[in-house]
């Protein structure tokens, strides 16, 4: 998150950037706390409850602190995430963040499920393979595996 204020807000100091990068987070929480609209893609809470029958499911993140908690608490979802880790908790990148879950939980046969060449980058450095998620917001140049929808998860992995 520090790398995106940096380049959003490359005229302020770096107080001023961490500033507003704060607030930013404060006012997306609160927009996130009373928001009624269902926040995720087709099937993707069928497709975790299935999936968490053969293996576990964890999130990484670049968000801030209490943002991946309160996001499972609106979608419904935190009964099927076994562990998550954020850039807000560590200060870390996503590719540090997501070593850490490997570590904690001890894992051994892992896959990341990202849409952006950030996620893809993450897992360069975390050593794991990268599924590239078509239907999401970016672009990647290489990727292991890549799905149209989350449910073909559903055949591709586990």
Same mark, same amino acid.
């Given at each position: ?52 029958? $053969?293996? =576990? ?5 670049? =968000? ?9 608490? $609106?979608?419904?979802? $935190? ?56 239907y999401g917001f970016g672009k ?17 992995? =586990?």
């Amino acid at each position: 998150m520090d790398v995106i204020a940096d380049h959003l807000f490359s005229d302020a100091d770096e107080m001023r950037r961490k500033l507003i990068l704060e607030k930013c987070c404060e006012y997306e929480h609160l927009a996130l706390e009373e928001t009624t609209d269902n926040l995720l893609y087709p099937d993707v809470k069928e497709t975790l409850k299935k999936l968490t029958e $053969k293996c =576990c499911l964890f999130i990484v993140s670049n =968000c801030q602190s209490g943002y991946i908690e309160l996001f499972m608490e $609106k979608a419904d979802v $935190k009964k099927y995430i076994t562990d998550f880790e954020c850039f807000g908790n560590t200060g870390k990148s996503k590719g540090e963040n997501i070593k850490l879950v490997i570590a904690r939980n001890s894992l051994e046969d892992v896959i990341y499920v990202g849409d952006t060449q950030g996620d893809y980058e993450a897992t360069v450095l975390a050593g794991i393979p990268f599924v590239f998620a078509k239907y999401g917001f970016g672009k990647v140049d290489d990727y292991n595996l890549a799905i149209n929808q989350i449910k073909e998860l559903l055949n591709s992995v =586990c």
